[in-house]
Structures are given as structure tokens and as C-alpha cells.
């Protein structure tokens, strides 16, 4: 049986390619605390994760990472998110605009995080779950086995293990 969380939470994985490109021409030069080629909607979200990592002892910024990020329609049926490489846009968050038009704040946050959990922490798609079937990561596919539960009450823990480093 297929929640709606189910049916709305499936993202797509990282599309990878590789080439070089003078950033800094594209970009241009950059002030501390904006986000260049970042809607102005998503700019909270990414000012939330950078403030996530700090209270973690962490330092993210993700303008200088050349992060980018766009709300627009994503052709792909039931895709609402996507972190993409390409020559001129190396780190490209997207979110689908159907979805971010109809979802919550912590939905919004959730997508927002995953895609940067592969756009700036590399990090991959973990299906780990717990006895009861509950996603233990925020990096979980949406086309596994685990189910989401991100609310007040669980977020924090994730957000954690967003950051906890691999091996
Ligand atoms: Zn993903």
C-alpha cells in the first residue's frame, strides 16, 4: 500500500558527469550571507542547513561551495527533487514546483536537505531502517522499503545523521 508521503517523497539520485569550468566567471563575485543562482524561496532552507551545521560544530557555506538551487517543474512523474551536475551549474539543487507549491514547511526542509545531503555532503541513497520500518536517514531513496516519519519530534536525530560522516 502506497501512503502519500510514499507517492510524493521519491527523489532522484545524483546525475553525474565531469568537466571543468572557470566558476568564478560564471558566479562572479560573490557576497558573504547571499546565495547567488538560489531562488529566493529556497534561500531559508539552505540558510537552515548551514545553521544546522553549525550547531553541530560544523562549517558549511553553501555559496562557496557554488551551490545552486532552483524550484521549477520536473518532468519526471512523482520526482520532487534532483541534485545534478553539468558544466555550467556543477552543484544544482532542484525542487519541483507542483510539490513545493502544495508541501509544509518540514516537507520543504526534507527534500531541501536530502538534495543537499548529495549536492554538498556527497553523501549517497541509505535505506537503513529500524525494527519498526522507519527510515533512519534523511538520504533514504523514497523507492526503498523504509517509511518517513520527519516531524518535530524525529528531525533533529536525522539532521544528526545527515552530518554524521561516513565510512
Ligand atoms: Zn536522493
Request: proline fraction near 4%; include cysteine; hydrophobic fraction near 35%.
Amino acid at each position: 500500500m502506497k501512503t502519500k508521503m510514499r507517492r510524493t517523497w521519491l527523489l532522484a539520485g545524483l546525475v553525474l558527469g565531469s568537466c571543468q569550468v572557470e566558476l568564478d566567471n560564471f558566479f562572479g563575485k560573490q557576497n558573504p550571507g547571499t546565495y547567488p543562482n538560489v531562488d529566493e524561496a529556497l534561500r531559508p532552507y539552505f540558510q537552515r542547513f548551514e545553521a544546522e551545521a553549525a550547531a553541530r560544530g560544523l562549517t558549511v557555506d553553501l555559496a562557496d561551495a557554488y551551490i545552486t538551487g532552483y524550484i521549477s517543474d520536473i518532468p519526471e512523474n512523482q520526482v520532487i527533487g534532483q541534485c545534478s551536475y553539468s558544466s555550467n551549474d556543477p552543484h544544482r539543487v532542484t525542487i519541483d514546483k507542483p510539490f513545493w507549491n502544495q508541501a509544509s514547511d518540514l516537507e520543504r526542509e526534507f527534500v531541501v536537505f536530502h538534495e543537499l545531503g548529495h549536492c554538498y555532503l556527497a553523501r549517497v541513497h541509505d535505506e537503513s531502517m529500524d525494527a519498526r520500518g522507519i527510515c533512519l536517514s534523511i538520504m533514504r531513496s523514497g523507492t526503498g522499503a523504509c517509511r518517513d516519519v520527519y516531524n518535530a519530534a524525529s528531525r533533529s536525530g536525522l539532521i544528526q545523521e545527515l552530518f554524521t560522516e561516513k565510512d
